[in-house]
Structures are given as structure tokens and as C-alpha cells.
């Protein structure tokens, strides 16, 4: 007997519900996976942040994390478009009762790849990022840039050797009309009298101009003027550009705020021989 019409059961309340239930599972984890990429796009900043804080110079870039960060939002985005989509196709389909219509597996599978392939990129990127990280902690605990409250002593590390260094600030005492009145070579004195010592050389310099008004505000501060910037390797090789802390040496002979000028010079001194 030949049928004209074969009767479709129409979907019921659960069939929505269930369709609706897959829908705020995608957005769950389409917003998981913005999350977690704001967050690894963030650790390249946080390790910079990080070796800044132990003022430590690396050749490490952690610009890498920034793009794996965003490969994660942007797959974030696509998982919820698509499903928005998917969505809407399937309550259509509920509409119209079509029983035909059928669950593409390719979604979960395309996202499983992706989130596989960036896993092992960032395992690899991690790997080679962590011999750096653990130079620049061990770094930091030999010497910080931050003056401490025992001798208000901050160390710059400087990019060049330290002769380089040395004429480098040379360089930048003579363009700005600075006097330098002495370097003392201290590995130097050191050899001649048969023991060794890294390189070690302090540059005394300074302006009567500026070094005047603040020995007649306070005259203990001539026991540090006049200025002074230490350049030295350590253990490691790393070379470093220290000097006492404006802020430190005015407490300590209790300069006048509108004279701090005068001594904070100096930083900017021992950042650019350090550059």
C-alpha cells in the first residue's frame, strides 16, 4: 500500500532546552578561552615587568606571548559566532520539524586541534623562556637598582663593557660642560701590584655651579661631592653603573627640595652610559 504522507513527530519542550543547554556550554567555553588568552597575552608582560624589577638587561623578547594570547581570543570569538550560528540553524530546523538535520562534530574537532597545536607552541615557547627567567632572578639577587635604606646605593646595568661605558659617560660629561675631575682605575692599581680584580673604575665629576649652594645648605654634603659613578663587572660578566641616590643623600644631609636638582642629575648620567 503506498503512504502519501509519512507523520514527523514535532520536537518538544526538551528538545529546545537541550539545544539551548549546548548553546551556553559553547559561550562557556568560547569565554574560557578569552580568558585564558588575555592571560597568556599578559605573561609576556608580566616576565618584562619582572626582569625591570631586578634591573637585570636580557636579549630574551617575550613578545611571543602576545600572539599566542591572541590566537586564543580570537578562537574564543569564532567558537562563539559559530555557535550563535549553529544555534539559530538548529532551532530553525526544530521549527520546521526537520528531523534530517544533523550535529556536525567538525566544531569540537577543529577546536581540539587548535587548542592542541597552541598548547604545544607555548610548552615549547615556556621551555625556552625559563633559562632566562631563572638568570634574571638569580641576576636581581646580586644587585638591585633600588637604593636600599643601609647605603642608598642603586645599580643601572649598562649594555656595553666597561670601558665602553666609562667613555661613553666621558662623552656625555664633555658635551654637557661637566668637569670630571678624576678617574681612578681600580683593577688597574690592582694589577700593578700583582692582584687581580674585574674591572673596576670610578668617575668623580661635578659643577661648582651646581655644588656650591648645596654645601652652603648643608656642609656635611661636601663628604659626598663630588658626584661620583662607579662602573664594574661582577661574577657574571654583567657590567654595572652605580651611584649614590639623590633622594638618599638628601635625607642624609637634609638638602633642600628645590636643590635636589643638583645632585639628581646624575641618573640621568648613568642611564644614557648605560644605553
Known amino acids: 500500500m503506498n503512504t502519501t504522507g509519512e507523520l514527523v513527530p514535532k520536537p518538544d519542550l526538551r528538545d529546545y532546552l537541550a539545544a539551548e543547554r549546548t548553546l551556553l556550554a559553547w559561550i562557556r567555553t568560547g569565554l574560557a578561552l578569552m580568558g585564558f588568552g588575555f592571560v597568556v597575552a599578559r605573561f609576556g608582560l608580566f616576565l618584562q615587568e619582572f626582569q625591570t624589577m631586578q634591573h637585570v638587561p636580557s636579549g630574551q623578547h617575550f613578545g611571543l606571548s602576545l600572539w599566542f594570547g591572541v590566537v586564543l581570543i580570537v578562537a574564543g570569538v569564532v567558537v562563539n559566532l559559530f555557535a550563535g550560528w549553529h544555534h539559530a540553524r538548529l532551532i530553525r530546523a526544530l521549527d520546521r520539524a526537520d528531523r534530517s538535520h544533523s550535529r556536525s562534530s567538525l566544531q569540537p574537532i577543529a577546536l581540539a586541534l587548535l587548542l592542541a597545536l597552541v598548547g604545544l607552541a ?154
Open 122 to 275: 607555548m610548552a615549547i615557547y615556556l621551555i625556552s623562556v625559563r633559562s632566562s627567567g631563572v638568570t634574571i632572578f638569580n641576576n636581581g639577587k646580586e644587585a638591585s637598582m633600588a637604593p636600599t635604606k643601609d647605603n642608598g646605593i642603586i645599580n643601572r646595568p649598562s649594555n656595553h663593557s666597561v670601558d665602553e661605558t666609562v667613555e661613553k659617560l666621558k662623552s656625555i660629561l664633555q658635551a654637557k660642560g661637566v668637569a670630571l675631575f678624576a678617574l681612578v682605575d681600580h683593577s688597574g692599581e690592582a694589577e700593578k701590584v700583582g692582584m687581580k680584580m674585574r674591572p673596576t673604575k670610578l668617575l668623580i665629576f661635578g659643577s661648582p655651579k651646581a655644588g656650591t649652594p648645596l654645601m652652603l645648605a648643608a656642609p656635611s654634603v661636601a663628604i659626598d661631592l663630588p658626584l661620583k659613578i662607579l662602573v664594574w663587572k661582577d661574577g657574571h660578566g654583567k657590567v654595572w653603573v652605580s651611584y649614590n641616590s639623590p633622594a638618599y643623600l638628601q635625607e642624609r644631609h637634609g638638602l633642600p627640595q628645590n636643590l635636589l636638582q643638583n645632585i639628581a642629575v646624575v641618573e640621568t648620567l648613568a642611564a644614557k652610559a648605560g644605553e
